[in-house]
């Protein structure tokens, strides 16, 4: 008897999604590529050490300065981002042994809220950089809603409909989302 909650209609799908174009079995998306999971450890280790490298700049800079919406936006990006990174890191790498269906669904949608939010306020700190000329502010608002508009669609529409398809799959040691057929 089997203990998984899974039909066999959609193991067989999945193992035949697992088999490569030569028949070989691949297990997971360290195999699909090798360079999948360094990447993503270096590029956070490289994000880590420039945090290091301007933190006395950021003492200076920020810390001293007068609280504003500004800054507050670039200490949020700056300390989330990395945590959200690393939890990031452990949930799609492939090296969780397991998660709990409700950390699946709280992170896949609390991690796609995040990345809206994130890139807002990137958005309006490149506003309060550039001094906010006219055009600047048009183009960027324009694209931040166009991107705001598509995510929070895409996000909605899969709470709505495939939220109850978010789990961890264990031959892949990843949170899984089945995809909408919109998409």
Not at 37 to 56: E, K, M, N, R, S
Not at 109 to 136: C, K, N
Not at 149 to 164: D, E, F, N
């Amino acid at each position: 008897m089997s203990t998984t909650p899974y039909s066999p209609e959609l193991l067989a799908s999945l193992e035949i999604a697992m088999h490569d174009h030569t028949g070989r079995h691949v297990l997971t998306i360290y195999r699909l590529n090798p360079l999948f999971i360094p990447l993503i450890v270096v590029g956070y280790a490289l994000l880590i050490y420039d945090h290091i490298l301007t933190f006395t700049d950021e003492i200076q800079f920020i810390w001293k300065a007068k609280r504003s919406p500004a800054v507050i936006m670039f200490l949020l990006n700056r300390y989330i981002t990395p945590i959200v990174l690393a939890i990031d890191l452990y949930d799609k790498a492939g090296i969780a042994t397991y998660a709990s269906h409700r950390f699946c669904v709280t992170w896949y949608f609390t991690e796609a809220m995040w990345y809206i939010v994130s890139f807002g306020m990137v958005h309006a700190l490149v506003m309060a950089i550039w001094g906010r000329p006219r055009w600047i502010v048009f183009l960027l608002s324009s694209l931040w809603l166009a991107y705001f508009c598509t995510t929070l669609g895409i996000l909605l529409a899969s709470l709505l409909t495939k939220a109850h398809t978010v789990h961890f799959e264990p031959l892949l040691k990843v949170c899984y989302l089945t995809i909408a057929p919109f998409l």
